[in-house]
């Protein structure tokens, strides 16, 4: 079973975007089941490389709205989703290095998801409508 779930209040309405953070969730689920079946260890690896390919694209995605509309919270959403990034490449040197925890990675993607996309990100929602992106 899902940890967590998509339902609409989770959506920012904008469909591009709704897609990439139903994506997140789908990893966050995946990397939840594999600690339950005791299989976490293998995925880590792929889970991380998911990430950086999550970041890359989801990032600009929103960072190219932001700018396109001029979202007056560019700065501090920027800053939010290099954070991101410096955490995920600390992931891929504890691995590397064989210190990396699943449940620690499980950690940070929910705490993310919580904190970011239900919270930062709704905070551009409303703008990105106003000026036509859906």
């Not at 919580?114 to 992106?133: C, N």
């Amino acid at each position: 079973m899902p940890v967590v779930q998509w339902d609409e209040t989770l959506s920012v309405g904008v469909q591009e975007i709704d897609a990439q953070h139903r994506g997140l969730l789908a990893l966050i689920n995946e990397l939840h089941e594999a600690i339950a079946a005791g299989r976490s260890r293998g995925l880590l690896g792929e889970v991380v490389n998911r990430l950086k390919d999550y970041a890359r694209t989801h990032f600009s995605t929103e960072e190219k709205y932001m700018l396109q509309t001029a979202f007056p919270g560019f700065d501090e959403h920027r800053m939010a989703h290099d954070l991101f990034i410096e955490k995920v490449l600390g992931f891929e040197l504890d691995l590397h290095r064989d210190r990396a925890s699943p449940r620690e990675v499980a950690g940070f993607l929910m705490d993310w998801y919580v904190r970011h996309v239900k919270g930062m990100d709704h905070q551009y929602a409303g703008h990105f409508r106003k000026h036509g992106i859906r």
